[in-house]
């Protein structure tokens, strides 16, 4: 999240505080202006500003799905004509998945 320094914060929060732009629920908190924060689980993470500004519209939901499973290897009995891809997910994809979602939001936090 970027934004200005002193003027605005970011709070995690559950879907309750989420939804009445409370900080009773919160879980974290930053106010550096310029907040990097690891999403590690796969969950729906609730951020809103605590100073008031939740109420002006401030607050994101982003949701964190789990990686797909690779897909199995091609069995030893293809011949050597077939050709068989193996899909590995690359974990920058949910980085830049969250990144759209807060851009989408256009809240001045990224």
């Not at 993470?45 to 519209?57: K, R």
Request: glycine share 8%; hydrophobic share 35%.
């Amino acid at each position: 999240f970027r934004y200005t320094k002193n003027q605005y914060n970011v709070f995690e929060v559950n879907q309750t505080g989420y939804d009445n732009c409370t900080l009773d629920s919160a879980v974290g908190n930053w106010s550096s202006g310029k907040d990097f924060i690891p999403l590690n689980q796969a969950k729906r993470y609730y951020f809103i500003c605590g100073n008031g500004q939740c109420y002006n519209g401030m607050k994101v939901s982003v949701v964190v799905h789990p990686l797909p499973s690779p897909q199995a290897a091609p069995s030893a009995h293809n011949s050597s004509s077939d050709s068989a891809v193996l899909v590995v997910p690359r974990q920058g994809f949910r980085a830049l998945a969250v990144s759209l979602a807060m851009l989408c939001f256009g809240f001045g936090w990224v």
